[in-house]
């Protein structure tokens, strides 16, 4: 007894509408892929579940952005404006661009030499001693800033230095001027303890005896 007709409708139960259409995903992207193998075919399919999710497929042999080119160029429908066609021509020339700066790497370090020219190889050569002579340029300029700023430490050391100096002798005359005046002080009081004491008694009335 064969299976009867299903109609196609929306499905209202959330979870059997879930169960369906893994079911029916899983089948659309096997189906794809058969048919790219058998038919060698580029096949890409692109779907959204309800909630927003993304399931896509594409042929092992291309890509999906090759694809959806092809199907705009064939079709003749606009699938993105000029703004994002400017955007992708721009991102393809940086590509482009970190591609030969790559390349261009690769022959400075002498790898893949090979394939090139004679000219292009005099160009690498002049390229490398370019780059030898600006290194060279650049330590000797660290090494003259390396002397410069050791001149200017040792001059700061040696101002220093005198300034300590100075300093010393100065506290040197003070100390001994403070030990010169205390030996003067003490020398002083020697020669006062030494020295007699003679007393004249004077009248307060020196006229008292001429009236006598």
């Not at 003749?76 to 066609?85: A, R, V």
């Not at 020339?93 to 190889?121: A, F, Y």
């Not at 700061?156 to 403070?178: K, P």
């Not at 003490?186 to 005896?209: A, E, G, I, K």
Request: hydrophobic fraction near 30%.
């Amino acid at each position: 007894m064969g299976r009867g007709k299903i109609e196609i409708k929306r499905i209202e139960n959330s979870t059997n509408r879930q169960v369906t259409f893994s079911k029916r995903r899983a089948g659309i992207i096997k189906k794809a892929r058969e048919i790219g193998v058998l038919c060698d075919a580029e096949v890409g399919v692109v779907i959204f579940s309800s909630g927003g999710k993304l399931y896509d497929y594409c042929s092992p042999r291309t890509t999906l952005p090759r694809i959806l080119e092809k199907y705009q160029t064939n079709s003749g429908k606009i699938l993105w404006d000029e703004k994002h066609k400017s955007l992708s021509a721009e991102i393809d020339r940086v590509k482009k661009e970190n591609d030969n700066m790559q390349i261009e790497l690769r022959h400075l370090k002498g790898e893949d030499l090979n394939s090139l020219q004679p000219r292009e190889l005099i160009a690498i050569e002049e390229a490398l001693q370019n780059g030898q002579t600006n290194l060279r340029d650049k330590q000797m300029e660290h090494w003259r800033m390396y002397r410069r700023n050791g001149k200017m430490l040792e001059d700061e050391h040696n101002l220093l230095a005198l300034r300590v100096h100075q300093q010393d002798v100065e506290l040197s005359g003070s100390i001994r001027e403070l030990d010169i005046g205390y030996h003067q002080v003490h020398h002083d009081r020697d020669f006062t303890s030494q020295m007699p004491f003679t007393f004249r008694v004077q009248p307060s009335h020196p006229n008292l005896q001429e009236d006598e």
